[in-house]
């Protein structure tokens, strides 16, 4: 089958979303050249339970006025719409299903999420459905992350491409805080979130 299209899916809380998923998920897009990029906020992350989430539609609707500035940035519900847990190997099924067998997908990451891939569902199946892109991060060492790639390679034969990406030394965790302690949370995220976070009272 001749692959017509590629397909980014960016995965995540996006609680907030902010410059360091968008710089990550453009600079996969021309790595590898891919048509369109999905942003797929999670409905409600299994490794996330040591803080409570905002609600799905207010993540979906930041994430949404954080892309519509790049014409190739599109954002998905498929996972706030599924029920229970999030797994990226069922958001990866359901968009095999939705774009068929001429679209090859490619599943972006960052460093710390990668170094935890092994601890996810069916990870043989995630990497069978997928190319998978993992992205440099502040804070995580290459050769962690170098590591982590070779042991994948061993354990499932798959290559796992390394992106190497501006260093944004942004998490949503500190974004959060910041917002908690009155600090100003300026230019780690487009003015359009931080209006909205401002306006709804969001993490305080
Ligand atoms: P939290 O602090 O709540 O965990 P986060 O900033 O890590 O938030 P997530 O929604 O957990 O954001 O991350 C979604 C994806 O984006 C993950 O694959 C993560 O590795 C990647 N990512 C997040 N921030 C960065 C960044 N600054 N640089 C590169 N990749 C990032
Ligand atoms: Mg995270």
Redesign the pocket.
């Known amino acids: 089958m001749k692959i017509k299209n590629r397909v980014g899916v ?6 907030p ?5 968008l ?2 998920a453009e600079a996969a897009r021309t790595t590898f050249k891919l048509d369109e990029v999905i942003f797929t906020p ?1 409905g409600n ?1 299994p490794h ?1 339970k040591d ?1 409570e989430v905002t609600p799905a539609e207010e993540r979906y609707l930041m994430t949404i006025l954080a892309i519509n500035s790049n014409p190739y940035f599109k954002v998905s519900r498929v996972e706030i719409d599924r029920h229970g847990l999030t797994y990226t190997v069922d958001t990866l099924c359901e968009f095999k299903k939705i774009y068929g067998p001429d679209t090859a997908l490619y599943f ?7 170094l935890d891939i092994l601890t996810w569902k069916d990870v043989r199946d995630v990497l069978n459905y997928c190319t998978f892109i993992a ?4 804070g995580y060492p290459i050769e962690k992350l170098d590591q982590k790639l070779i042991q994948i390679k061993n354990l499932y034969g798959k290559v796992v491409y390394p992106l190497q ?1 501006t ?10 805080k910041r917002v908690k302690q009155g600090i100003s949370i300026k230019y780690l995220l487009p003015e359009s979130v931080e209006l909205h976070i401002k306006k709804h009272g969001l993490y305080r």
């Open positions: 960016m995965g995540g809380t996006f609680d979303i902010h410059y360091g998923h710089v990550t999670a992350p996330k803080y972006i990451s960052g460093a710390d999420a990668v992205a440099t991060r502040p990406v260093g944004m030394d942004i998490s949503s965790t500190e974004i959060r």
